[in-house]
């Protein structure tokens, strides 16, 4: 049985117990774009293993394909050495990711939003990623601690009435 396969199988388990367990699973990559297909696939088994609706599978995997995009290109640089650990947390009512990583501090919440009334021609590029990310999180904190980016997202299992 692959590992991935076990992993799904406990993540069943966890999730038939009572409310407040989680179940928790982390992953390390590369600063390289090839990763992020790779998170993608584990996220999605992880997602699928516990049951999470497609809606919110959808904003999560979108949300860490943003976030690693952004780390992989605008922390490190493109090709340049660094690691990227994201962790998983998969309760009864939400999903949290935490992405950790040592490249430069860069606090997405305090980007400037893209102004969408501009004809797109005449936008500056960049910034869409993080205002869709914002979009579909419930959640989104961020944090730098002992030189370490900390970006928390967090979305229910189950659609409603988003807050604020």
Not at 8 to 37: H, K
Not at 59 to 84: C, F, M, Q, S, V
Not at 150 to 164: A, F, K, Q, S
Request: no cysteine.
């Amino acid at each position: 049985m692959s590992v991935l396969r076990r992993l799904a199988t406990a993540l069943r388990r966890t999730l038939g117990r009572p409310a407040g367990d989680r179940f928790d699973a982390s992953l390390r990559l590369r600063s390289d774009v090839r990763a992020v297909a790779r998170a993608d696939e584990w996220l999605l088994d992880l997602l699928r293993a516990g049951g999470v609706p497609d809606e919110a599978a959808y904003d999560l995997r979108l949300g860490l394909d943003e976030a690693l995009a952004n780390i992989i290109k605008h922390g490190y640089g493109d090709g340049a050495p660094g690691t990227i650990t994201v962790r998983a947390q998969i309760g009864p009512q939400t999903v949290r990711l935490e992405i950790s990583d040592r490249a430069g501090p860069f606090n997405p919440l305090t980007a400037p939003e893209p102004n969408l009334a501009r004809d797109i021609k005449e936008r500056t590029a960049g910034g869409l990623g993080i205002f869709l990310l914002k979009r579909v999180m419930d959640r989104v904190d961020y944090t730098r601690t002992d030189g370490e980016n900390h970006l928390i997202m967090e979305r229910r299992r189950n659609p409603g009435p988003r807050p604020g």
